[in-house]
């Protein structure tokens, strides 16, 4: 008993027909489970505006039976970072239900996009194999436009047949996407005619989430009545808030608008705060702490320039899974650790690191082809004359000044993950073991939370967080759990 009535609920909402959903939600209290009913209650109440009421009836419900629905709900409730957690964990329990994992790979890529982190297409590519939806299909596809490779021609021609969809929230999410794509592609007046055949479909809850873009795309006037809308009836925190105030930083040139809206977003709404930072930089004001050398390279071109402008200087990406300098793997190999040793390597040494033997005759075709690419290699020893930027060397200059913030924004993973060249090896686990053993002396519960979150399964990270979280920190079950998988999974 129970089930039958959860598919018509969600079927509801899915129509938009939050009403009738709310009419069955609250006359259905013996034929629905209670734990998911309280959820779709809660979800009901954020597509109000209400946040605070979501979050805590999805605690309630996620409390009373953790399934697939009771944590979606829950990961996109919590706070993005506090969301992703909940939801890793319920992904490595919940395993074999294809649309129960489509739902929270789902949310942890929504939770991970507020954050910007590059991984979020990922999960939005999972959600789409494992249930194809208009839904998984439009949030991929969005999450190209930031993260991916496929060209915007591609996203545009896939997500244009879901504009006429009967479901309004479908319409307004690929007019999101398309609007997106068209300013991407600089072509602001087809963003502007897309969006102004949106408005009249915009409801209070959708407001925020086109608040940017029509800052940036349609004209003066309507862009003032948006804002004059918007002001009524979104609540006054969170990234809904950080939208406003962006909006109008953007549109009036407001530098304290600008300011406070970095600040609302660089937790929620990191990408968006990136625009915000951009256009403080250009006014001549600096943001503590800037988002941009830990962000910006997991953007798109595209993306990168459309958050940060066209001047801003890329960053050779080598820390995680980024997509490889245009010199192969050897000579990308090359490059790390001519980087990583500024006073640089005899010949011997850097052949040994690369191959694992003294091959001079290899090192030196290779060096001679990284010479072809632009890069000024002197000798005795080998070293490079002028360094490109690189988040390696970033990361690098930050570990040694001690500063652990800027070294974790930069950190996005292992050092070329792929490559067994014996000194890229010896490195990488040297960068990673000094990082994890600064931030544990430091003691700092923002530091262990960021790097247990990038490590993953680090045991002795998540025991050290776990001792520091308060009682009433909404994080500490999360990481109880992950702590006792992992001691269960180690054997300890």
Not at 163 to 178: E, K
Not at 339 to 366: F, T, V, W
Request: proline share 9%; with cysteine; glycine share 10%.
């Amino acid at each position: 008993m129970g089930k039958p009535l959860l598919a018509p609920a969600l079927r509801l909402l899915e129509e938009g027909k939050d009403g009738e959903a709310l009419a069955l939600l609250q006359g259905a209290q013996e034929d629905l489970p209670e734990a998911e009913r309280l959820a779709l209650l809660g979800f009901v109440e954020a597509r109000k505006g209400n946040s605070s009421a979501y979050r805590a009836l999805a605690w309630e419900a996620a409390q009373r039976a953790q399934t697939p629905l009771t944590l979606y709900h829950l990961g996109l409730a919590l706070p993005p970072r506090a969301g992703a957690l909940a939801l890793e964990e319920a992904l490595s329990r919940f395993q074999g239900d294809a649309k129960g994992e489509a739902r929270l790979h789902l949310a942890l890529a929504m939770a991970l996009e507020r954050l910007g982190r590059p991984e979020a297409l990922a999960h939005a590519a999972l959600a789409r194999l494992k249930d194809p939806s208009p839904w998984t299909t439009l949030h991929h596809l969005r999450l190209e436009l930031f993260f991916g490779t496929t060209p915007l021609p591609s996203v545009l021609e896939e997500a244009e047949p879901f504009l006429p969809h009967p479901f309004p929230g479908v319409r307004l999410l690929a007019g999101h996407t398309l609007a997106l794509a068209h300013l991407l592609r600089g072509n602001r007046g087809r963003a502007g005619n897309l969006l102004r055949g949106l408005l009249p479909l915009l409801a209070p809850p959708s407001l925020a989430s086109f608040l940017v873009l029509g800052a940036l795309a349609l004209d003066p006037p309507e862009v003032r009545l948006l804002l004059e809308g918007a002001q009524v009836f979104l609540p006054r925190e969170g990234w809904p808030w950080g939208f406003y105030l962006l909006a109008r930083g953007l549109g009036e040139g407001d530098e304290a608008c600008l300011l406070a809206a970095h600040g609302l977003l660089r937790e929620d709404g990191a990408l968006y705060a990136l625009l915000a930072e951009s256009r403080l930089k250009a006014l001549g004001v600096e943001v503590e702490a800037p988002l941009a050398p830990g962000l910006a390279p997991g953007l798109r071109p595209e993306a990168r320039a459309f958050l940060l402008g066209q001047a801003e200087a890329p960053l050779l990406r080598l820390l995680g899974e980024g997509p490889l300098p245009s010199l192969g793997p050897r000579g990308t190999e090359a490059l790390a650790l001519l980087l990583a040793y500024k006073e640089g390597l005899s010949g011997e040494a850097l052949a040994e690191a690369l191959y694992g033997e003294p091959n001079l005759g290899a090192l030196k075709a290779l060096l001679h082809r990284l010479r072809g690419k632009d890069l000024r290699v002197s000798c005795a020893p080998y070293r490079l004359a002028t360094p490109p930027p690189s988040d390696l060397s970033a990361f690098l200059k930050a570990l040694s000044q001690g500063d652990l913030e800027g070294a974790l924004a930069l950190y996005r993973g292992p050092l070329l993950p792929w490559s067994q060249a014996p000194g890229v090896e010896e490195l990488r686990l040297e960068l990673e073991e000094t990082l994890r053993q600064a931030v544990l002396a430091s003691g700092r519960l923002d530091l262990l939370l960021t790097l247990a979150e990038r490590l993953g399964e680090d045991l002795e990270l998540w025991e050290a967080l776990l001792e520091r979280l308060p009682p009433e920190d909404p994080r500490l079950p999360i990481a109880q759990a992950r702590v006792a998988r992992l001691r269960r999974e180690y054997g300890v």
